[in-house]
């Protein structure tokens, strides 16, 4: 375990790992007990009280250019925990899978998959949603709502209040290395999907896509609607709402918007997705957990857990095809004017 930074860690600092960051400890885990079907890198180290938290990526087959990409991202925010689990959930059940599933092994060979579970590693030790210099990754990209409510969209005033922004002219560590993920694959593949797993006070789960920081649509919405289509026309009990994040709020910075307009191009098409999930279905049941630390953001209840964790496995299972036949799905121009006027009168029509 040379490599993980293990030996350098203090026996106090391993057992605060083990106590605050057991998802970080799982994840070393099972990166040492699938050394044959996983790669993986330390992309970053943030260091932190004097302690170096590493940001680990895992490739799932062999990354070649040409080939579509998925992205699978968690821990933005260190407090929503689930995120993490999720992630580290369906990893798990790949692995697995990969043992004897040759439709599976067939499926990775053909495409380039990055899996980022803790993007955040000292706000999960923390648990707490900004990293350890109080800023809210979600909201350090440098790019600016007209609209947005106060604080909560974002604010450049201290790291002290929430949804502190950062530098004006920075983007964070953990942001950085982030950034270089989706430059690598977007110039690998002809199409990348990302998701990025999140929770929230709200009664349903959601597929959120760009913008945020603007009422009006993606540069490119089409292949949005035609992904879409596709997961309600193959899944129709599904329970997730499909839609702009800017249909719920506005706000700055948010990198999913930053990393569309950097990486989305006539060569790669960019999908990016943040799946938000509900965190009401937990809170009703048990209103007392709402003073707990993170009891907004996690379910807390190991049954209520378990779902949480197989719940989302179809999504990520159906995005894996996605990307794999995305030869299958993605509109041609043609279709793309028709598919952009399917997406005015879903999402826009208000605007009008
Ligand atoms: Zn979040």
């Known amino acids: 375990m040379t490599h993980f930074l293990n030996e350098k860690r203090t026996p106090l600092f391993r057992q605060s790992l083990h106590?605050?960051?057991?998802?970080?400890?799982?994840?070393?885990?099972?990166?040492v007990t699938h050394p044959s079907r996983l790669e993986y890198r330390v992309i970053e180290t943030v260091e932190y009280n004097e302690q170096a938290f590493p940001i680990y990526a895992i490739d799932l087959g062999q990354h070649q250019p040409g080939?579509?990409?998925?992205?699978?991202?968690?821990?933005v925010h260190g407090i929503e925990r689930i995120g993490v689990q999720v992630v580290i959930a369906q990893l798990k059940v790949w692995l697995e899978r990969l043992k004897w599933e040759r439709s599976l092994q067939q499926c990775f060979n053909e495409i380039?998959?990055?899996?980022?579970?803790?993007?955040?590693p000292v706000g999960l030790f923390l648990n707490r949603r900004s990293n350890g210099r109080g800023v809210d990754l979600m909201r350090n990209a440098p790019i600016d709502s007209?609209?947005?409510?106060?604080?909560?969209?974002g604010q450049r005033f201290s790291p002290r209040l929430p949804w502190y922004r950062g530098k004006e002219d920075r983007l964070e560590l953990e942001n950085l290395s982030l950034e270089k993920e989706i430059k690598r694959l977007s110039s690998l593949?002809?199409?990348?999907?990302?998701?990025?797993?999140?929770?929230?006070?709200?009664?349903?789960?959601?597929?959120?896509?760009?913008y945020a920081y603007r009422r009006r649509p993606m540069r490119d919405i089409a292949p949005v609607v035609a992904l879409k289509l596709l997961w309600e026309n193959s899944y129709p009990n599904h329970q997730y709402i499909f839609e702009p994040q800017s249909n719920h709020y506005l706000t700055h910075g948010d990198l999913w918007d930053y990393f569309y307009k950097c990486f989305g191009r006539k060569d790669c098409t960019f999908l990016p997705l943040t799946l938000?999930?509900?965190s009401w279905n937990w809170v009703r049941k048990?209103?007392?957990?709402?003073?707990?630390?993170?009891?907004?953001f996690n379910p807390l209840v190991p049954h209520r857990q378990q779902r949480a964790l197989r719940r989302h496995l179809p999504l990520m299972d159906?995005?894996?095809?996605?990307?794999?036949?995305?030869?299958?799905?993605?509109?041609?121009?043609?279709?793309?004017?028709h598919l952009t006027q399917v997406a005015q009168s879903l999402w826009y029509r208000m605007q009008e």
């Open 286 to 296: 048990r209103p007392l957990q709402l003073f707990r630390v993170g009891g907004l």
């Open 19 to 31: 106590q605050q960051a057991p998802e970080l400890v799982e994840l070393e885990r099972l990166i």
């Open 112 to 120: 380039n998959v990055t899996v980022l579970p803790v993007i955040n």
């Open 189 to 210: 593949s002809p199409l990348l999907i990302s998701i990025d797993c999140h929770s929230g006070f709200g009664m349903r789960d959601r597929l959120w896509f760009p």
């Open 67 to 75: 080939k579509p990409a998925l992205l699978i991202c968690g821990g």
């Open 146 to 153: 007209q609209q947005g409510s106060f604080l909560v969209s």
């Open 318 to 337: 159906f995005l894996r095809h996605a990307v794999h036949s995305y030869q299958q799905w993605l509109p041609n121009d043609q279709e793309k004017q």
């Open 276 to 278: 938000e999930m509900g």
